[in-house]
């Protein structure tokens, strides 16, 4: 009989162990149920989130694209709307009803949203297939050809290259020359292109109540009859929406200058109340003078505007002297003047009104030592300040509202503007020897209804 060394003794199976065991057999038949269960689940979790439902867009029978919602689609073809209506007169409307068919789609399968705006145009009549110049992301102009868009490219920025070899001109934005639809009516030929480019951005200008074509073409800087003839009209009229090349680069234009060397330090401007000054006038107390610095930097603009300096080394040589403006305070005299006169300046009588040298000499001329003050004859409006070269050299013309004007002429300052009041015995400028003159002096003149008169008879 054989035996089994240190081996255990054999336990006799009772009920509730062969229950316990048949749990067990049971509880793991469970938990393979289970994990089949789960990996079914995930499986067909897995399937569902990579799939829904969608909608396929079609287009007289030509499928756009598919989205995931309506409003998706409408979204899209509101924005190309928009996008065509800011650079054409066309309303871009697709050539029939769209038609949605819904359908179980992959997420993979919907179409990306410049797809879809490309596709819109596409079916659209009134698009037609070109090459667009765009400058960071907006329309600049549109051709027919990729090798005139690129030409365009390349020559625009021609024009405003510099023969100074300190200055480097490049542009100051991303450009690029894409291909898709466009409306037909934006499609330029090259030198239409270069043409209406040169011309600079363009605003749309609505016209306000009360506002006048002056007033426009002084606010933009432009012509009245470059607008008017721009737009095909001889007179404006409120609500009129008037078309204006403004002249600013349609493409931002960028310069970097190198500055090594002395340079000029503008002044500042104050203002100061005196009430020796008339109401709406100005005149200037302290003249301002321009510093001077030495300057080694790089000066980046975009479109003419400083946006970056890159100073290497600045030392001011001499500071610029601050300018001091009067603005007046004083009640203004009347315009109109009364129609009698006083000498406008002192000095010693050197030629008479009457006949000189084979002509008329229509004026008096007074000898004084330069800087002398000349005043105003009566109350008036200045009409004329300014050096004029046909011989009178620095003028003042004063309008007495009642036939008269007086000249003032040879002067070596002038203190008073285009507009301004002055009352009888202003100082309106100083004796000196400009324009065809042989020494200072002042040349006065009165003239009525245009006519020249011996000032002898009104000075009293």
Not at 38 to 67: C, E, F, H, P
């Given at each position: 009989?054989?035996?089994?060394?240190?081996?255990?003794?054999?336990?006799?199976?009772t009920?509730?162990?062969?229950?316990r065991?048949?749990?067990?057999?049971?509880?793991?038949?469970?938990?393979?149920?289970?994990?089949l269960?789960?990996?079914?689940?995930?499986?067909?979790?897995?399937?569902?989130?990579?799939?829904?439902?969608?909608?396929?867009?079609k287009?007289?029978?030509?499928?756009?694209?598919?989205?995931?919602?309506?409003?998706?689609?409408?979204?899209?073809?509101?924005?190309?709307?928009?996008?065509?209506?800011?650079?054409?007169?066309?309303?871009?409307?697709?050539v029939a009803?769209?038609?949605?068919?819904m359908?179980?789609?992959?997420?993979?399968?919907f179409?990306?949203?410049?797809?879809?705006?490309?596709?819109?145009?596409?079916?659209?009549?009134?698009?037609?297939?070109?090459?667009?110049?765009?400058?960071?992301?907006?329309?600049?102009?549109?051709?027919?050809?990729?090798?005139?868009?690129?030409?365009?490219?390349?020559?625009?920025?021609?024009?405003?290259?510099?023969?100074?070899?300190s200055?480097?001109?490049?542009?100051?934005?991303?450009?690029?020359?894409?291909?898709?639809?466009?409306?037909?009516?934006?499609?330029?030929?090259?030198?239409?292109?270069?043409?209406?480019?040169?011309?600079g951005?363009?605003?749309?200008?609505?016209?306000?109540?009360?506002?006048?074509?002056?007033?426009?073409?002084?606010?933009?800087?432009?012509?009245?009859?470059?607008?008017?003839?721009?737009?095909?009209?001889e007179?404006?009229?409120?609500?009129?929406?008037?078309?204006?090349?403004?002249?600013?680069?349609?493409?931002?234009?960028?310069?970097?200058?190198?500055?090594?060397?002395?340079?000029?330090?503008?002044?500042?401007t104050?203002?100061?109340?005196?009430?020796?000054?008339?109401?709406?006038?100005?005149?200037?107390e302290?003249?301002?003078?321009?510093?001077?610095?030495?300057?080694?930097?790089?000066?980046?603009?975009?479109n003419?505007?400083?946006?970056?300096?890159?100073?290497?080394?600045?030392?001011?040589?001499?500071?610029?002297?601050?300018?001091?403006v009067?603005?007046?305070?004083?009640?203004?005299?009347?315009?109109?003047g009364?129609?009698?006169?006083?000498?406008?300046?002192?000095?010693?009588?050197?030629?008479?009104y009457?006949?000189?040298?084979?002509?008329?000499?229509?004026?008096?001329?007074?000898g004084?030592?330069?800087?002398?003050?000349?005043?105003?004859?009566?109350?008036?409006?200045?009409?004329?300040?300014?050096?004029?070269?046909?011989?009178y050299?620095?003028?003042?013309?004063i309008?007495?509202?009642?036939?008269?004007?007086?000249?003032?002429?040879?002067?070596?300052?002038?203190?008073?503007?285009?507009?301004?009041?002055?009352?009888?015995?202003?100082?309106?400028?100083?004796?000196?020897?400009?324009?065809?003159?042989?020494?200072?002096?002042l040349?006065?003149?009165?003239?009525k209804?245009?006519?020249?008169?011996?000032?002898?008879?009104y000075?009293?």
């Amino acid at each position: 009989m054989l035996k089994i060394k240190n081996s255990a003794p054999i336990e006799k199976a009772t009920p509730k162990k062969c229950q316990r065991l048949f749990d067990i057999k049971n509880s793991k038949k469970k938990l393979v149920v289970l994990a089949l269960i789960s990996a079914v689940l995930i499986a067909t979790v897995s399937v569902v989130s990579n799939y829904r439902v969608g909608y396929t867009v079609k287009v007289d029978n030509v499928v756009l694209g598919t989205v995931a919602t309506k409003g998706e689609y409408y979204e899209i073809l509101d924005e190309v709307k928009t996008e065509v209506s800011n650079i054409s007169e066309i309303e871009l409307t697709p050539v029939a009803g769209e038609k949605f068919t819904m359908e179980i789609v992959s997420v993979g399968s919907f179409t990306e949203k410049e797809e879809l705006a490309e596709n819109i145009k596409a079916v659209s009549e009134k698009m037609v297939e070109g090459y667009t110049v765009i400058a960071d992301g907006n329309f600049v102009v549109a051709l027919s050809s990729e090798e005139d868009a690129n030409k365009v490219v390349d020559t625009y920025i021609e024009n405003f290259k510099s023969d100074d070899e300190s200055i480097t001109v490049g542009y100051g934005a991303e450009v690029l020359v894409t291909n898709g639809h466009v409306p037909q009516d934006t499609v330029r030929t090259y030198d239409e292109a270069m043409d209406e480019i040169l011309k600079g951005k363009v605003v749309i200008h609505t016209v306000a109540e009360n506002e006048t074509i002056e007033a426009i073409s002084e606010s933009y800087n432009v012509s009245k009859e470059d607008i008017l003839s721009e737009n095909e009209v001889e007179e404006i009229s409120v609500g009129m929406s008037l078309k204006i090349y403004t002249g600013e680069p349609v493409i931002p234009i960028k310069t970097v200058e190198h500055i090594n060397g002395n340079v000029e330090i503008p002044f500042e401007t104050v203002e100061k109340e005196d009430s020796s000054v008339y109401i709406g006038q100005t005149r200037i107390e302290t003249k301002g003078v321009p510093g001077k610095k030495y300057l080694h930097a790089y000066i980046t603009k975009i479109n003419g505007v400083i946006t970056e300096e890159n100073v290497i080394e600045s030392n001011v040589i001499t500071e610029p002297k601050t300018q001091v403006v009067l603005v007046g305070t004083k009640e203004l005299p009347p315009s109109a003047g009364t129609g009698s006169f006083i000498m406008p300046t002192s000095g010693r009588l050197t030629s008479p009104y009457g006949s000189r040298w084979g002509r008329t000499h229509q004026g008096i001329d007074v000898g004084a030592p330069t800087g002398t003050p000349i005043y105003a004859a009566d109350n008036g409006i200045v009409i004329e300040s300014q050096y004029r070269s046909n011989g009178y050299g620095n003028i003042i013309k004063i309008d007495h509202q009642n036939g008269f004007v007086t000249y003032y002429a040879h002067c070596s300052e002038l203190y008073v503007n285009v507009g301004d009041v002055v009352a009888k015995g202003d100082k309106i400028a100083a004796v000196g020897s400009t324009g065809r003159s042989t020494g200072p002096h002042l040349h006065f003149e009165i003239r009525k209804n245009d006519v020249a008169q011996n000032p002898y008879n009104y000075i009293k």
